[in-house]
């Protein structure tokens, strides 16, 4: 069974631009996760979806949304970048939403320069 | 707001050396608590532990998590140089905002 897949798993941009990353879960998962890492800072939850819908959200702006596509697919939106919008961003699926155990991705590595 | 403290951040050891690994939360209507371990990028799955299952153990790895104190700890004994990674822990609440809560992570370096 294939993992969670993130695209890309680098990227580049600069302050002001914007940013689409992409999350595919495991096969069967319905669940996905979305999570900013930084050194200072560790995992930081940003938003969970299932069928479609936008579960939860962490403390992030609103310049980070997101969405899920009826395949379970998952798109992560970052507008107007910031220097400290460099991290890594993980997403992670799970079979349900609530489900204890979630599967994490790579992670796309963003520097916002 | 949930929260999860591990410590310690860092810790550099011997092959061979057995290590403790500490996590302790504050989170409101506990569910389970969680270890990860990150080696490159994707944190992998290594327990998960709740009110029905406070101890586990994975061959030289083990966690206990102590309701009453409200932490947990992670053991890994005879510890070998594939082991040196950033190990996480994370709380998931209870309720229709059920969310993992992580922490920092404490960095493991095996050393020869």
């Known amino acids: 069974k294939a993992g969670v897949t993130q695209t890309p798993r680098y990227l580049i941009k600069t302050r002001g631009q914007q940013v689409t990353l992409s999350c595919s879960p495991i096969?069967?998962?319905?669940?996905v996760s979305w999570y900013q890492q930084t050194p200072g800072q560790g995992l930081q939850f940003l938003f969970e979806?299932?069928?479609?819908?936008?579960?939860n959200k962490g403390n992030f702006p609103g310049r980070f949304s997101g969405r899920q596509f009826s395949n379970s697919r998952s798109e992560m939106n970052v507008s107007t970048l910031e220097l400290g919008d460099s991290a890594l961003y993980l997403c992670?699926?799970?079979?349900?939403?609530?489900?204890?155990?979630?599967?994490f991705g790579p992670g796309t590595r963003l520097t916002v320069l | 707001e949930d929260k999860v403290v591990q410590s310690p951040l860092s810790l550099v050891v011997h092959e061979g050396d057995t290590v403790t690994l500490n996590c302790s939360y504050e989170?409101?209507?506990?569910?389970?608590l969680l270890w990860y371990k990150q080696e490159k990028k994707a944190p992998t799955f290594l327990f998960m532990l709740?009110?029905?299952?406070i101890e586990k153990k994975s061959g030289r790895l083990s966690s206990i998590l102590d309701k009453k104190e409200l932490s947990s700890i992670l053991n890994i004994t005879a510890t070998q140089t594939g082991d040196s990674a950033i190990y996480l822990c994370?709380?998931?609440?209870?309720?229709?905002?059920?969310?993992?809560?992580f922490g920092t992570g404490t960095r493991l370096q095996v050393t020869l």
């Open positions: 992670a699926s799970s079979l349900n939403t609530g489900t204890d155990t979630q599967y």
């Open positions: 096969s069967g998962h319905r669940s």
């Open positions: 979806y299932f069928s479609e819908t936008q579960r």
């Open positions: 989170v409101t209507n506990f569910r389970s």
């Open positions: 709740t009110s029905s299952g």
């Open positions: 994370a709380v998931r609440n209870t309720g229709t905002a059920s969310k993992l809560t």
